[in-house]
């Protein structure tokens, strides 16, 4: 089953999350790095947008009903390799060649709303759609990897208010606070929004990526690094 799909349009490239609530387990792993490097293999690419084909949802994170039977079977190589490979994704999102831009159409929550931080930039939609870290009524911790790239996108004082209450929050407050772009009006004015943005550039992929490996040197190394033992060790659940 195909759980994304890339189209063209123009010099932006657009991948399109298309199965429901678009949780995350290792098939989405796989698909999503796959589809990364076609866009990358493309030339003509200048912008990836990604966004999803869900009236209510862009990403709702984490597949618990892959992970809970999982972990009660005692699947740890299982579940090991599926960190491993949503690492691969943040740091390819992290590094990527080209501005990533999410177009949040609806609710982003837990690892889908990690996800958004990895990318360059972010719009939602003022109408609809919430943006949580419900991990801590869930007694999921954040990898070291995942805090420091999500305090890239959000502000500190403002990531420790959501992380430690698991508070949802709209796109207005986000657009205030400048986690996304803009809180556009709705569906339409939010695709309207994310092309028109995604089209004005036009850099160079071996200078961006440079700035952006320089960028995140600090955040690569504590995902290569501090990642590891908590993998390795399953220390996810207190």
Avoid at 35 to 45: K, R, Y
Avoid at 55 to 81: F, H, N
Avoid at 91 to 117: D, Q, R, Y
Wanted: glycine content about 4%; hydrophobic content about 45%.
């Amino acid at each position: 089953m195909s759980l994304m799909t890339l189209n063209t349009q123009g010099s932006v490239a657009v991948i399109t999350l298309t199965n429901g609530e678009n949780r995350h387990n290792p098939s989405f792993a796989k698909q999503l790095k796959h589809t990364l490097s076609e866009v990358v293999a493309n030339d003509d690419h200048k912008a990836l947008v990604i966004t999803s084909s869900d009236e209510k949802s862009w990403s709702l994170g984490i597949d618990t009903d892959w992970l809970m039977p999982a972990m009660k079977a005692s699947k740890a190589g299982e579940i090991r390799s599926f960190m491993y490979d949503m690492d691969e994704v943040f740091k390819t999102l992290l590094l990527f060649p080209m501005p990533v831009i999410a177009a949040i159409n609806g609710h982003a929550f837990g690892n889908g709303a990690i996800l958004s931080c990895a990318c360059d930039f972010r719009f939602m939609r003022a109408d609809r759609g919430f943006f949580c870290f419900p991990e801590v009524d869930l007694s999921i911790p954040f990898l070291p990897g995942m805090i420091a790239f999500v305090k890239k996108a959000i502000p500190y004082y403002r990531f420790n208010e959501m992380k430690l209450s698991g508070r949802r929050v709209a796109g207005a407050e986000l657009a205030r606070d400048h986690v996304i772009e803009k809180a556009s009006k709705d569906k339409d004015a939010l695709l309207k929004d994310v092309m028109e943005f995604a089209a004005t550039f036009d850099k160079k992929r071996t200078i961006f990526a440079e700035h952006k490996k320089r960028l995140h040197k600090e955040i690569i190394q504590i995902i290569d690094e501090e990642n590891k033992p908590y993998i390795d060790n399953l220390l996810l659940m207190v």
